[in-house]
């Protein structure tokens, strides 16, 4: 953290890979407050760490905890907390419909989603094509193509 402290001014972060337990991305996350860039892809992030990121990061507008331990809760409170999001990668965790519909009914900025290889059912996936096809990018069902860019 007495690092992050000389990084106020940092607005991408892409912490691909590394295990962070959520004292340690608290401590982080605390003083990145004009981050707008942020990957935290495998880096075991449950519900819990997602709290510290919302709390601290509202300006975030792409973020990508693609492979992580998120939750229907944790995307609902995404879905709540970071309202500038315009691209958002949710790939292969723990996500199932009910998050999904918070995802899309409340983040009105979005032009980038990635909820594939999660528990999205066809009905939602549907709804979502049919909503949404004409003004978003999106993936629901197929498996992901990871990278270490936005």
């Known amino acids: 953290s007495n690092i992050a402290k000389n990084l106020t001014n940092l607005t991408s972060l892409y912490f691909n890979g590394n295990k962070i337990n959520h004292d340690s991305l608290e401590a982080v996350v605390r003083y990145l407050t004009n981050l707008t860039d942020l990957a935290l892809v495998n880096a075991e992030i449950g519900d819990n760490g997602l709290f510290a990121i919302i709390k601290n990061m509202k300006n975030i ?89 936005l």
């Open 61 to 149: 507008k792409h973020l990508d905890l693609s492979s992580n331990q998120i939750t229907n809760n944790g995307a609902r409170q995404i879905s709540y907390g970071l309202k500038n999001l315009t691209y958002l990668n949710l790939s292969s965790n723990i996500i199932s419909d009910s998050g999904a519909n918070d995802i899309i009914r409340n983040l009105n900025k979005l032009t980038y989603l990635d909820l594939s290889n999660n528990k999205i059912s066809d009905k939602v996936r549907r709804e979502i094509e049919l909503q949404y096809k004409p003004a978003m990018n999106y993936r629901i069902s197929e498996k992901p193509k990871y990278s270490n860019t």
